[in-house]
């Protein structure tokens, strides 16, 4: 039991910055970018509760285009489209909404950026860099978030103080 608890600790701990005014100030990119990939990217191809009515989508359904968009990517992503779409859909669904409320901040920052990383090279690498920069912008808010966790200002932070 006392390993899990360890585990836990190692994968919820944020790092905190000394003085919260820091914190605040480094929460608000991971505050907006969670929010802008839930809502905007996120509830496009997978149904969320904010989803727009006219997507058709149910709840955790993801869009019917999205799998065919995968499989034209080829190995891997072609012997399971549908996997790997609703694997990218929930990582920028539900994955931007646990980024947004900093919980389980480097786990879904994890799923984040193997989700832009795979938009950048197998999607968005040929349309230059204009047509990478929201992926890219994603990828480093994520990157900078499984780094350092939420801050004192995510839900990590209190789960992480009631462990101790």
Known sequence: MTRI????????????????????????????????LTTMFG??????????????LNLFEVSAWFPEDVASYGGIFAMAPVFFAWMGAFSEAVGGLFLALGFKTRIASFLIMCTM?????MQKWNQGLWGMLPAMGFLWVAIYNLLLGSGRFGLDYLINKKLN
């Open 117 to 121: 990383l795979t938009a950048i090279f």
């Open 5 to 36: 608890k360890t585990l836990l600790k190692l994968v919820v701990a944020p790092v905190t910055q000394k003085h919260w005014l820091a914190d605040a100030i480094l929460a608000i990119p991971r505050i907006l970018c969670g929010l802008w």
């Open 43 to 56: 509830a496009d191809k997978f149904g969320m509760p904010w989803t727009a009515d006219s997507q058709n």
